[in-house]
Protein backbone atom coordinates (compact mmCIF):
# COMPACT_ATOMS: atom_id res chain seq x y z
CA UNK A 1 0.00 0.00 0.00
CA UNK A 2 2.59 2.03 0.58
CA UNK A 3 4.41 1.85 -2.30
CA UNK A 4 1.09 2.38 -4.54
CA UNK A 5 0.93 5.69 -2.93
CA UNK A 6 4.81 6.45 -3.42
CA UNK A 7 3.83 5.70 -7.08
CA UNK A 8 0.69 7.93 -6.62
CA UNK A 9 2.33 10.93 -5.56
CA UNK A 10 5.72 10.60 -7.87
CA UNK A 11 3.36 10.28 -10.97
CA UNK A 12 0.77 13.35 -9.66
CA UNK A 13 3.57 15.92 -8.65
CA UNK A 14 5.77 14.68 -12.30
CA UNK A 15 2.38 14.74 -14.54
CA UNK A 16 3.57 17.95 -16.53
CA UNK A 17 6.99 16.18 -17.15
CA UNK A 18 5.55 13.05 -17.81
CA UNK A 19 2.89 13.89 -20.05
CA UNK A 20 1.89 17.26 -21.25
CA UNK A 21 6.27 18.06 -22.15
CA UNK A 22 6.25 14.72 -24.74
CA UNK A 23 3.17 15.78 -25.73
CA UNK A 24 3.70 19.65 -26.65
CA UNK A 25 7.07 18.37 -28.22
CA UNK A 26 5.36 15.97 -30.50
CA UNK A 27 2.84 18.37 -31.72
CA UNK A 28 5.92 21.28 -32.35
CA UNK A 29 7.81 18.65 -34.15
CA UNK A 30 4.55 17.55 -36.39
CA UNK A 31 3.73 21.18 -36.94
CA UNK A 32 7.76 22.42 -37.54
CA UNK A 33 8.39 19.12 -40.00
CA UNK A 34 5.53 20.74 -42.43
CA UNK A 35 6.49 24.22 -42.42
CA UNK A 36 8.79 25.47 -45.87
CA UNK A 37 10.58 28.29 -46.83
CA UNK A 38 7.46 29.79 -48.21
CA UNK A 39 5.75 30.22 -44.64
CA UNK A 40 8.50 31.40 -42.81
CA UNK A 41 9.06 34.47 -45.56
CA UNK A 42 5.43 34.95 -45.10
CA UNK A 43 5.80 35.19 -41.17
CA UNK A 44 8.89 37.69 -41.89
CA UNK A 45 6.99 39.64 -43.88
CA UNK A 46 3.82 39.91 -41.56
CA UNK A 47 6.22 41.26 -38.73
CA UNK A 48 7.46 44.22 -41.05
CA UNK A 49 4.12 45.15 -41.67
CA UNK A 50 2.96 45.76 -38.08
CA UNK A 51 6.05 47.07 -36.44
CA UNK A 52 3.84 49.75 -34.66
CA UNK A 53 1.51 46.80 -33.34
CA UNK A 54 4.86 45.01 -32.38
CA UNK A 55 6.41 48.12 -30.75
CA UNK A 56 3.39 48.66 -28.13
CA UNK A 57 3.30 44.92 -27.14
CA UNK A 58 6.98 44.93 -26.28
CA UNK A 59 6.53 48.42 -24.58
CA UNK A 60 3.44 46.83 -22.49
CA UNK A 61 5.85 43.55 -21.39
CA UNK A 62 8.86 45.85 -20.54
CA UNK A 63 6.48 47.78 -18.14
CA UNK A 64 4.72 44.57 -16.58
CA UNK A 65 8.29 43.15 -16.10
CA UNK A 66 9.32 46.60 -14.43
CA UNK A 67 6.16 46.75 -12.17
CA UNK A 68 6.69 42.83 -11.20
CA UNK A 69 10.40 43.15 -10.05
CA UNK A 70 9.31 46.42 -8.40
CA UNK A 71 6.33 45.32 -6.44
CA UNK A 72 7.19 41.19 -5.75
CA UNK A 73 7.99 40.47 -2.60
CA UNK A 74 11.72 41.02 -1.20
CA UNK A 75 13.02 37.37 -0.06
CA UNK A 76 14.06 36.96 3.41
CA UNK A 77 17.29 35.39 4.05
CA UNK A 78 18.34 33.59 7.26
CA UNK A 79 22.16 34.76 7.36
CA UNK A 80 22.90 32.67 10.73
CA UNK A 81 21.38 31.97 14.55
CA UNK A 82 22.94 31.81 17.66
CA UNK A 83 21.46 29.84 20.57
CA UNK A 84 22.92 30.68 24.54
CA UNK A 85 24.61 27.40 26.19
CA UNK A 86 24.60 28.36 29.43
CA UNK A 87 27.98 27.83 31.80
CA UNK A 88 28.38 24.44 33.43
CA UNK A 89 27.50 25.79 37.13
CA UNK A 90 23.86 26.70 35.97
CA UNK A 91 23.19 23.31 35.46
CA UNK A 92 20.18 21.83 37.64
CA UNK A 93 19.33 17.93 38.65
CA UNK A 94 16.46 16.76 40.09
CA UNK A 95 18.14 15.62 42.98
CA UNK A 96 19.66 18.89 43.23
CA UNK A 97 16.16 20.43 43.09
CA UNK A 98 15.30 18.53 46.16
CA UNK A 99 18.77 19.44 47.84
CA UNK A 100 17.61 23.57 47.32
CA UNK A 101 13.76 22.75 48.45
CA UNK A 102 14.87 21.26 51.78
CA UNK A 103 17.45 23.57 52.80
CA UNK A 104 14.33 26.26 52.25
CA UNK A 105 12.31 24.37 54.32
CA UNK A 106 15.50 24.57 57.20
CA UNK A 107 15.65 27.92 56.78
CA UNK A 108 12.12 28.85 56.70
CA UNK A 109 10.09 25.72 58.67
CA UNK A 110 6.54 27.88 58.83
CA UNK A 111 6.70 27.07 55.00
CA UNK A 112 6.50 23.30 55.76
CA UNK A 113 3.20 24.11 57.54
CA UNK A 114 2.15 26.25 54.83
CA UNK A 115 2.67 23.81 51.90
CA UNK A 116 0.37 21.01 50.56
CA UNK A 117 2.67 17.74 50.78
CA UNK A 118 0.09 16.75 47.84
CA UNK A 119 1.67 19.28 45.49
CA UNK A 120 5.15 18.47 46.58
CA UNK A 121 4.59 14.93 45.62
CA UNK A 122 2.83 16.12 42.17
CA UNK A 123 5.31 18.20 41.30
CA UNK A 124 8.63 15.21 41.32
CA UNK A 125 5.88 13.32 39.70
CA UNK A 126 5.47 15.62 36.75
CA UNK A 127 9.44 16.24 36.82
CA UNK A 128 10.06 12.76 36.35
CA UNK A 129 7.80 12.17 33.63
CA UNK A 130 8.49 15.81 32.18
CA UNK A 131 11.33 14.20 29.23
CA UNK A 132 13.66 16.64 30.88
CA UNK A 133 17.17 15.77 31.48
CA UNK A 134 19.57 15.87 34.17
CA UNK A 135 21.80 18.88 32.06
CA UNK A 136 18.81 21.93 31.94
CA UNK A 137 19.83 25.50 32.99
CA UNK A 138 18.18 27.22 35.65
CA UNK A 139 19.85 30.75 36.55
CA UNK A 140 21.96 31.62 39.25
CA UNK A 141 19.29 33.88 40.93
CA UNK A 142 17.27 30.20 41.49
CA UNK A 143 20.30 28.20 42.22
CA UNK A 144 20.08 30.70 45.37
CA UNK A 145 18.48 29.58 48.78
CA UNK A 146 16.10 31.11 49.26
CA UNK A 147 15.92 32.09 45.39
CA UNK A 148 16.03 35.61 44.43
CA UNK A 149 13.23 36.74 42.52
CA UNK A 150 14.38 40.56 42.25
CA UNK A 151 14.49 42.94 39.34
CA UNK A 152 17.93 42.92 39.97
CA UNK A 153 18.26 39.36 39.39
CA UNK A 154 16.19 38.93 36.60
CA UNK A 155 17.73 41.78 34.76
CA UNK A 156 21.14 39.54 34.79
CA UNK A 157 19.55 36.47 34.01
CA UNK A 158 18.35 38.61 30.89
CA UNK A 159 21.47 40.13 29.81
CA UNK A 160 23.53 36.95 30.40
CA UNK A 161 21.36 35.18 27.70
CA UNK A 162 20.59 38.21 25.05
CA UNK A 163 23.97 39.37 25.04
CA UNK A 164 25.84 36.04 24.96
CA UNK A 165 23.56 34.73 22.09
CA UNK A 166 24.06 38.22 20.27
CA UNK A 167 28.10 38.22 20.55
CA UNK A 168 28.36 34.87 19.09
CA UNK A 169 25.86 35.61 16.23
CA UNK A 170 27.79 38.98 15.71
CA UNK A 171 31.52 37.13 15.60
CA UNK A 172 30.10 34.39 13.16
CA UNK A 173 28.81 36.59 10.73
CA UNK A 174 31.09 39.62 10.97
CA UNK A 175 28.07 41.82 10.70
CA UNK A 176 28.70 45.59 11.90
CA UNK A 177 25.96 46.48 14.36
CA UNK A 178 25.47 49.62 12.18
CA UNK A 179 24.32 47.92 9.25
CA UNK A 180 21.52 47.00 11.70
CA UNK A 181 18.08 48.59 11.24
CA UNK A 182 15.85 46.50 12.75
CA UNK A 183 15.54 44.85 16.10
CA UNK A 184 12.90 42.93 17.49
CA UNK A 185 13.08 41.26 21.06
CA UNK A 186 10.22 39.04 22.39
CA UNK A 187 10.21 37.97 26.35
CA UNK A 188 6.64 37.35 27.09
CA UNK A 189 6.61 37.91 31.42
CA UNK A 190 9.40 40.01 31.54
CA UNK A 191 9.35 43.45 30.55
CA UNK A 192 11.14 46.07 32.59
CA UNK A 193 11.41 49.85 31.98
CA UNK A 194 13.46 50.56 29.39
CA UNK A 195 12.64 47.86 27.50
CA UNK A 196 14.65 44.85 26.59
CA UNK A 197 14.65 46.03 22.85
CA UNK A 198 16.35 49.48 24.01
CA UNK A 199 18.62 47.58 26.55
CA UNK A 200 20.09 45.53 23.26
CA UNK A 201 20.23 49.30 21.55
CA UNK A 202 21.89 50.60 24.30
CA UNK A 203 24.59 47.62 24.65
CA UNK A 204 25.35 47.38 20.98
CA UNK A 205 25.64 51.23 20.11
CA UNK A 206 22.87 50.73 17.51
CA UNK A 207 21.97 53.90 15.05
CA UNK A 208 19.48 56.19 16.14
CA UNK A 209 17.04 55.40 13.09
CA UNK A 210 16.77 51.47 14.41
CA UNK A 211 13.50 50.42 14.53
CA UNK A 212 13.57 49.14 17.75
CA UNK A 213 10.14 46.37 18.78
CA UNK A 214 9.89 45.09 21.94
CA UNK A 215 6.87 42.37 21.92
CA UNK A 216 5.57 41.05 25.35
CA UNK A 217 3.21 38.96 27.02
CA UNK A 218 2.83 36.45 23.57
CA UNK A 219 4.23 33.22 24.54
CA UNK A 220 5.88 30.39 23.64
CA UNK A 221 4.66 31.39 19.65
CA UNK A 222 6.26 34.60 19.90
CA UNK A 223 9.35 33.81 18.12
CA UNK A 224 7.48 32.99 14.96
CA UNK A 225 5.68 36.13 15.32
CA UNK A 226 9.09 38.19 15.70
CA UNK A 227 9.98 36.82 12.58
CA UNK A 228 6.96 37.36 10.64
CA UNK A 229 6.72 40.96 11.88
CA UNK A 230 10.62 41.19 10.68
CA UNK A 231 9.71 39.71 7.50
CA UNK A 232 7.03 42.60 6.81
CA UNK A 233 9.19 45.23 7.76
CA UNK A 234 12.24 44.17 5.52
CA UNK A 235 9.71 44.49 2.77
CA UNK A 236 9.58 48.28 3.50
CA UNK A 237 12.96 49.00 4.64
CA UNK A 238 15.73 48.26 1.33
CA UNK A 239 18.88 46.56 2.21
CA UNK A 240 18.81 46.14 5.74
CA UNK A 241 19.33 43.56 8.25
CA UNK A 242 16.95 42.73 11.43
CA UNK A 243 18.02 41.30 14.50
CA UNK A 244 15.53 39.38 15.74
CA UNK A 245 15.91 37.88 19.76
CA UNK A 246 13.81 35.50 21.23
CA UNK A 247 14.38 34.76 25.38
CA UNK A 248 11.95 33.99 28.45
CA UNK A 249 13.03 35.24 32.06
CA UNK A 250 12.57 32.41 34.75
CA UNK A 251 14.11 34.20 37.78
CA UNK A 252 11.39 36.58 38.39
CA UNK A 253 8.90 34.49 37.45
CA UNK A 254 9.46 30.72 39.21
CA UNK A 255 6.05 30.13 40.77
CA UNK A 256 6.63 29.94 45.19
CA UNK A 257 3.36 28.24 45.89
CA UNK A 258 1.10 25.27 46.21
CA UNK A 259 -1.24 25.24 43.20
CA UNK A 260 -0.67 22.24 41.20
CA UNK A 261 -1.89 24.55 37.86
CA UNK A 262 1.23 26.52 38.81
CA UNK A 263 3.42 24.19 39.10
CA UNK A 264 3.77 22.28 36.42
CA UNK A 265 5.93 25.65 34.88
CA UNK A 266 7.82 25.09 37.47
CA UNK A 267 9.09 21.15 35.97
CA UNK A 268 9.61 22.38 32.42
CA UNK A 269 10.78 26.25 31.80
CA UNK A 270 14.93 26.25 31.97
CA UNK A 271 16.97 28.76 30.55
CA UNK A 272 17.94 29.51 27.20
CA UNK A 273 17.53 32.31 24.56
CA UNK A 274 18.46 32.98 20.95
CA UNK A 275 19.25 35.83 18.54
CA UNK A 276 18.42 35.50 14.89
CA UNK A 277 19.83 38.03 12.08
CA UNK A 278 17.89 37.83 9.16
CA UNK A 279 18.32 40.04 5.58
CA UNK A 280 16.96 41.47 2.12
CA UNK A 281 20.26 42.39 0.80
CA UNK A 282 20.12 40.30 -2.63
CA UNK A 283 24.12 39.39 -2.07
CA UNK A 284 23.67 37.93 0.65
CA UNK A 285 22.04 35.17 -0.88
CA UNK A 286 25.03 33.22 -1.05
CA UNK A 287 26.19 33.45 2.60
CA UNK A 288 23.26 32.78 4.27
CA UNK A 289 21.90 29.45 5.45
CA UNK A 290 18.35 29.62 4.73
CA UNK A 291 15.57 31.87 2.64
CA UNK A 292 11.90 31.98 4.58
CA UNK A 293 9.44 30.84 2.69
CA UNK A 294 6.19 31.08 4.86
CA UNK A 295 4.88 32.70 8.10
CA UNK A 296 1.46 31.81 9.00
CA UNK A 297 0.08 32.81 12.11
CA UNK A 298 -3.56 31.36 14.20
CA UNK A 299 -4.93 33.13 16.76
CA UNK A 300 -8.17 31.67 18.69
CA UNK A 301 -8.15 34.10 21.49
CA UNK A 302 -11.57 34.85 20.47
CA UNK A 303 -12.92 31.85 22.21
CA UNK A 304 -12.57 32.30 26.11
CA UNK A 305 -11.72 28.81 26.66
CA UNK A 306 -8.33 29.48 24.64
CA UNK A 307 -8.06 32.64 25.71
CA UNK A 308 -8.16 31.50 29.69
CA UNK A 309 -6.14 28.17 29.25
CA UNK A 310 -2.56 29.67 29.70
CA UNK A 311 -2.89 32.72 32.22
CA UNK A 312 -0.84 34.31 34.61
CA UNK A 313 -2.26 35.53 37.97
CA UNK A 314 -2.40 35.11 41.20
CA UNK A 315 -3.22 32.16 43.32
CA UNK A 316 -5.25 31.63 46.51
CA UNK A 317 -2.09 33.09 48.54
CA UNK A 318 -1.85 35.52 46.45
CA UNK A 319 1.61 34.18 44.96
CA UNK A 320 1.72 34.94 41.45
CA UNK A 321 2.53 32.33 38.93
CA UNK A 322 1.33 30.76 35.18
CA UNK A 323 -1.89 28.86 35.39
CA UNK A 324 -2.10 25.81 32.98
CA UNK A 325 -6.08 24.90 32.56
CA UNK A 326 -7.08 21.32 32.05
CA UNK A 327 -8.39 22.73 28.86
CA UNK A 328 -5.02 23.29 26.80
CA UNK A 329 -5.02 19.99 25.03
CA UNK A 330 -7.88 20.50 23.52
CA UNK A 331 -7.67 24.11 22.77
CA UNK A 332 -4.00 23.35 21.45
CA UNK A 333 -5.43 20.59 19.10
CA UNK A 334 -7.97 23.02 17.59
CA UNK A 335 -5.55 25.48 17.05
CA UNK A 336 -2.57 23.90 15.23
CA UNK A 337 -5.76 22.44 13.23
CA UNK A 338 -6.37 25.92 12.02
CA UNK A 339 -3.00 26.95 11.05
CA UNK A 340 -1.98 23.44 9.53
CA UNK A 341 -5.24 24.01 7.41
CA UNK A 342 -3.55 27.20 6.18
CA UNK A 343 -0.28 25.87 5.97
CA UNK A 344 -1.40 23.15 3.91
CA UNK A 345 -2.44 24.58 0.28
CA UNK A 346 0.96 26.34 0.38
CA UNK A 347 3.31 23.87 1.21
CA UNK A 348 1.40 20.28 0.33
CA UNK A 349 2.31 18.65 -3.56
CA UNK A 350 -0.86 18.47 -6.00
CA UNK A 351 -1.00 14.54 -4.49
CA UNK A 352 -1.47 15.58 -1.45
CA UNK A 353 -4.45 18.70 -1.89
CA UNK A 354 -6.11 15.58 -4.36
CA UNK A 355 -6.07 13.48 -1.42
CA UNK A 356 -7.40 15.95 0.96
CA UNK A 357 -10.44 17.10 -1.21
CA UNK A 358 -11.05 13.49 -2.32
CA UNK A 359 -11.70 13.05 0.98
CA UNK A 360 -13.30 16.74 2.11
CA UNK A 361 -15.86 16.24 -0.45
CA UNK A 362 -16.61 12.37 0.75
CA UNK A 363 -17.16 13.18 4.16
CA UNK A 364 -19.71 16.34 3.21
CA UNK A 365 -22.15 14.92 0.27
CA UNK A 366 -21.61 10.85 1.64
CA UNK A 367 -20.37 9.75 4.51
CA UNK A 368 -19.90 12.56 7.16
CA UNK A 369 -18.30 9.37 10.03
CA UNK A 370 -15.11 9.07 8.14
CA UNK A 371 -12.09 10.85 9.50
CA UNK A 372 -10.44 13.69 8.16
CA UNK A 373 -7.40 13.04 6.02
CA UNK A 374 -4.63 14.00 7.70
CA UNK A 375 -1.92 15.31 4.79
CA UNK A 376 1.73 13.52 4.63
CA UNK A 377 3.40 16.41 5.38
CA UNK A 378 6.53 14.87 5.14
CA UNK A 379 6.34 14.59 0.90
CA UNK A 380 6.88 18.67 1.44
CA UNK A 381 8.48 19.19 5.00
CA UNK A 382 12.39 17.40 5.18
CA UNK A 383 12.97 18.49 9.02
CA UNK A 384 10.19 19.15 12.09
CA UNK A 385 11.30 21.72 14.76
CA UNK A 386 7.80 21.44 16.85
CA UNK A 387 8.22 23.32 20.01
CA UNK A 388 9.57 21.45 23.11
CA UNK A 389 6.49 22.60 25.13
CA UNK A 390 6.91 18.98 26.95
CA UNK A 391 7.06 15.49 26.64
CA UNK A 392 2.65 15.11 26.07
CA UNK A 393 2.43 18.26 23.04
CA UNK A 394 5.15 16.40 21.63
CA UNK A 395 3.65 13.06 21.46
CA UNK A 396 0.36 14.66 20.47
CA UNK A 397 1.82 15.65 17.05
CA UNK A 398 4.08 12.87 16.15
CA UNK A 399 0.35 11.40 16.19
CA UNK A 400 -1.71 13.68 14.55
CA UNK A 401 0.73 14.76 11.72
CA UNK A 402 1.91 10.87 11.24
CA UNK A 403 5.41 11.57 12.02
CA UNK A 404 8.35 9.24 12.35
CA UNK A 405 10.88 8.86 15.65
CA UNK A 406 13.21 10.56 13.73
CA UNK A 407 10.86 13.47 12.82
CA UNK A 408 10.41 14.35 16.66
CA UNK A 409 13.96 13.84 17.57
CA UNK A 410 15.33 17.03 17.72
CA UNK A 411 12.23 18.18 19.91
CA UNK A 412 12.81 15.33 22.14
CA UNK A 413 16.69 16.08 22.24
CA UNK A 414 15.94 19.81 23.12
CA UNK A 415 13.38 18.89 25.74
CA UNK A 416 15.92 16.64 27.70
CA UNK A 417 18.90 18.38 27.09
CA UNK A 418 17.40 22.24 26.93
CA UNK A 419 13.89 21.89 28.94
CA UNK A 420 11.41 24.30 27.77
CA UNK A 421 13.02 27.44 26.76
CA UNK A 422 10.02 28.99 25.15
CA UNK A 423 10.01 30.75 22.25
CA UNK A 424 13.43 30.35 21.85
CA UNK A 425 12.99 26.15 21.71
CA UNK A 426 12.47 25.96 17.69
CA UNK A 427 16.15 26.97 17.50
CA UNK A 428 17.73 24.78 19.20
CA UNK A 429 15.67 22.39 17.53
CA UNK A 430 17.32 23.72 14.15
CA UNK A 431 20.54 23.80 15.52
CA UNK A 432 20.42 20.05 16.25
CA UNK A 433 19.10 19.03 12.89
CA UNK A 434 22.37 21.14 11.60
CA UNK A 435 24.62 19.26 14.35
CA UNK A 436 23.35 15.93 13.10
CA UNK A 437 24.84 16.94 9.64
CA UNK A 438 20.44 16.43 8.34
CA UNK A 439 20.02 19.98 6.64
CA UNK A 440 20.99 19.57 2.96
CA UNK A 441 20.72 22.33 0.74
CA UNK A 442 16.90 22.37 -0.77
CA UNK A 443 15.36 20.88 2.23
CA UNK A 444 12.37 22.63 3.92
CA UNK A 445 12.32 23.04 7.82
CA UNK A 446 8.91 23.32 9.69
CA UNK A 447 9.33 25.36 12.90
CA UNK A 448 5.98 25.64 15.11
CA UNK A 449 5.15 27.00 17.83
CA UNK A 450 2.86 26.84 20.40
CA UNK A 451 2.18 29.65 23.05
CA UNK A 452 -0.23 31.88 25.32
CA UNK A 453 -3.93 33.38 24.02
CA UNK A 454 -4.21 30.99 22.25
CA UNK A 455 -1.78 31.09 19.07
CA UNK A 456 0.05 28.12 16.94
CA UNK A 457 2.72 29.90 14.69
CA UNK A 458 4.09 28.47 11.59
CA UNK A 459 7.31 29.55 9.96
CA UNK A 460 9.16 26.89 7.01
CA UNK A 461 12.40 27.59 5.78
CA UNK A 462 14.80 25.88 2.99
CA UNK A 463 18.15 25.76 2.74
CA UNK A 464 20.32 27.23 0.55
CA UNK A 465 23.52 24.82 1.19
CA UNK A 466 24.02 22.13 3.00
CA UNK A 467 24.36 23.56 6.29
CA UNK A 468 26.58 22.95 8.74
CA UNK A 469 26.93 24.00 12.37
CA UNK A 470 27.57 27.58 13.41
CA UNK A 471 30.82 28.30 15.69
CA UNK A 472 29.90 27.63 19.46
CA UNK A 473 26.80 25.55 18.88
CA UNK A 474 24.67 24.68 21.74
CA UNK A 475 24.89 21.10 21.00
CA UNK A 476 28.84 21.12 19.92
CA UNK A 477 30.04 19.05 23.12
CA UNK A 478 26.72 16.38 23.41
CA UNK A 479 25.42 15.66 19.66
CA UNK A 480 26.72 12.37 19.89
CA UNK A 481 24.97 11.62 23.10
CA UNK A 482 21.80 11.90 21.21
CA UNK A 483 19.08 10.63 20.82
CA UNK A 484 18.41 9.08 24.92
CA UNK A 485 15.89 6.64 25.08
CA UNK A 486 13.88 7.85 27.81
CA UNK A 487 11.91 4.75 29.88
CA UNK A 488 8.69 7.05 31.48
Known sequence: ??????????????????????LIA?????????LTQEDFQHVWFHLLQ??????????????????????????????????HLPPAHQKITVQKIRDNLNKNLEINPSLR??????????????????????????????????????????????????????DNLLANTKVNTSEIG??????????????????????YKLRSSIKSINLGGMGCSAGVIAIDLAKDLLQVHKNTYALVVSTENISRNAYAGDNKSMIVANCLFRLGGAAILLSNKPGDRRCSKYKLLHTVRTHTGADDKSFRCVQQEDDE????????????????????????????????PVSEKLL?????????????????????FKGAIDHFCIHAGGRALI????????????????SRSTLHRFGNTSSSSIWYELAYTEAKGRMKKGNKAWQIALGSGFKCNSAVWVALRNVNPSVNSPWEHCIDKYPVKLDL
Open 395 to 410: DELEKNLGLSPVDVEP
Open 182 to 203: IIILNSSTFNPTPSLSAMVVNK
Open 26 to 34: LVAATKASR
Open 317 to 348: KGITGISLTKDITSVAGRTITKNIATLGPLVL
Open 1 to 22: MANLKLIYHYLITHFFKLCLLP
Open 113 to 166: SQSDESSMDFFYRVLERSGLGEETYIPDALHCVPALQTIAAAREETEQVIFDAI
Open 50 to 83: NLLTLTILFAVFTFGSTVYFLTRPRPVYLVDYSC
Open 356 to 376: FFKTYMHKKYFNDKIKHYVPD
